[in-house]
């Protein structure tokens, strides 16, 4: 990885595992070699415990989350879980999964949801959203063009969705569109095949 980026000048690593004082090391060890700092990621959609569950805060998880009432209380967690990236290192976390959970056989989405409601997913995952950005934490928006309606593992498989055009405009798509519009600063592709 020195190699890497002392050669090729990457852009960003991303952690899977491990612990947070290895991560915290990692990082800084990795850091020392950019010209300009990278992008270190992570995907802690419910905190640092998605990735360090034995050491560190797993908040819920989305699906969870999609039942609060109260949107500030999102927006609370979201600056949180920034709070936390931060101190390890974390300057980009890939969430918040903004899939609409339109299907209940799926094996990827389900919990990482905050639900069936297009609105009440643009809605939660704005707050996360703007909560990490405004703690000084990238968010990324995923899995575009939307991860809901799957019945395969896509870490396994390709799902392919066969939904109409029509259709993605006016559900899948309908929080991407909205929090493109209102500065989301990153999104992820999903793992999807999809003919329209």
Known sequence: IDDYIKKYKIGGLCFFQGTPTEQINLINHYQQF?????????????GLGMRFPKETVSFPKQLMLGA?????LIYEMGKE????????????????????????????????????SPQN??????????????????????????????????????PRIDHTLDRLENNEFFPFRRLASQGASAVMVGHLHVPA
């Open 34 to 46: 950019a010209n300009i700092p990278m992008f270190m990621g992570m995907d802690a959609e419910w």
């Open 68 to 72: 609060i009432q109260d949107n500030k």
């Open 121 to 158: 997913v643009t809605a939660k995952g704005y707050m996360y959203m703007r909560a990490m950005e405004d703690e000084g934490v990238m968010a990324c928006l995923k899995h575009f063009p939307g991860h809901g309606d799957t019945d395969a593992d896509s870490h396994l498989e390709l």
């Open 81 to 116: 879980v920034a709070k936390h990236c931060k101190k390890v290192g974390i300057n980009i976390n890939f969430a918040p999964a903004i899939d609409i959970n339109s299907n209940p056989s799926n094996p990827v989405i389900y919990d990482r949801s905050f639900g069936e």
